[in-house]
């Protein structure tokens, strides 16, 4: 029987990720939507009891239109502490952290014996799999990695001792992208048993605003490889890989398409690339998810995204595989009223 336009409907989502043709409407995808946008917009905070959390989280998703609603694993890699400063954004969370590009935990061999290294057999998946019995029919789940292979090997060694090792010790380099790609590898393994999770995000940020994060042939020779490992994985076990990842990836779009096999791309700026330039470029070989910049959302008025939102439409939408969304993901520092005049030019603009 078919579903309603706004009922949850995951095959929509599976249309654009196989580039079959249009669905009935544009489908409305993130990556993930920040706790504090998440509870202004349900005027309650995420309740501390998990079963009733998961509800929560459903309804969100189903309220606002999307098809899928994110689920939750423990697995992680133990780093050293973020770097902290003041979060100004208007829903703050009291403090925003990143990454330490200084320095990792793994300095070397010594270090590389002594780390924890996860072990995905003692890791939670329950949030993940109690949602297979709370979805509403139409409804799936998705889930991401705890970071990518380059993510983590940058966070482990610290970007900047990384960018030398690439020279002095490529062995460690080697030794440590294996044990992260083995362990994502393996959560793989667990989230492809479960028949509800949808999709698969491979979430690796691999550039910045003007090139890759390492050269071109490094992401060949340590990154790519793993990458497509897990896709083929996936593959075989009926799933479609999203990728996210940040940055100028001009030079490697055809290694990620042709090589690893990735079913679609996400995280855009404007200021790289718009996605309407990157749809008309790519959209036959790959499907393109999101794309609205998040500088337009976090600096413009409702109207003004409600315009730029159209536009992205009218360019994206046509032939199918595209799907609307941010560039990149809902963060708190977005104004609510932004993220659903997003949604809000979906609805009327957004229907074949």
Do not use: S, W
């Given at each position: 029987m078919a579903r309603g336009l706004w009922e949850p409907d995951f095959s929509r989502m599976l249309k654009v990720l196989q580039r079959a043709g249009e669905p009935d409407r544009v489908p409305f995808f993130e990556l993930f939507h920040d706790g504090e946008i998440i509870a202004a917009v349900m005027g309650q905070p995420i309740p501390p009891d998990p079963q009733e959390g998961r509800r929560y989280r459903i309804e969100f998703s189903r309220r606002l239109g999307y098809d899928y609603v994110v689920g939750y694993h423990t697995v992680g890699f133990p780093g050293r502490a973020a770097l902290l400063a003041e979060d100004t954004a208007e829903l703050s969370r009291g403090q925003r952290g990143w990454t330490d590009e200084h320095a990792g935990p793994i300095t070397d061999w010594e270090s590389f014996d002594k780390y924890p290294w996860p072990e995905v057999t003692d890791a939670c998946f329950a949030d993940l799999e109690a949602l297979a019995d709370l979805l509403p029919e139409g409804m799936a789940a998705t889930a991401t990695l705890p970071g990518g292979v380059l993510e983590n090997l940058s966070s482990l060694l610290g970007y900047e001792p990384l960018c030398l090792l690439l020279a002095e010790d490529p062995d460690l380099v080697q030794a440590v992208v294996d044990k992260v790609g083995e362990t994502l590898l393996q959560v793989y393994h667990r989230l492809c048993e479960m028949e509800h999770v949808g999709a698969l995000w491979l979430n690796d940020d691999?550039?910045?605003?003007?090139?890759?994060?390492i050269s071109p042939a490094h992401l060949r020779q340590y990154v790519f490889p793993w990458h497509k490992r897990l896709v083929d994985y996936a593959?075989?076990?009926?799933k479609l890989v999203m990728l996210h990842?940040?940055?100028?990836l001009r030079e490697v779009m055809d290694d990620l398409i042709d090589d690893v096999g990735i079913d679609a791309k996400h995280s855009f700026e404007d200021v790289i690339q718009p996605?309407?330039?990157?749809?008309?470029?790519?959209?036959?070989?790959?499907?393109v998810l999101g794309?609205?910049?998040?500088?337009?959302?976090?600096?413009?008025?409702?109207?003004?995204v409600k315009r730029y939102t159209?536009?992205?439409i009218e360019q994206c939408a046509p032939g199918g595989g595209w799907a609307l969304g941010s560039g990149n993901s809902v963060a708190n520092y977005i104004p609510v009223a932004n993220f659903l005049a997003m949604l809000e030019a979906g609805r009327e603009a957004g229907v074949y």
């Open positions: 691999l550039g910045f605003k003007t090139q890759t994060m593959h075989q076990h009926d990842a940040c940055g100028n996605v309407t330039a990157f749809k008309r470029q790519y959209g036959h070989r790959i499907a794309g609205v910049d998040v500088h337009v959302l976090a600096a413009q008025t409702p109207d003004e159209r536009t992205v």
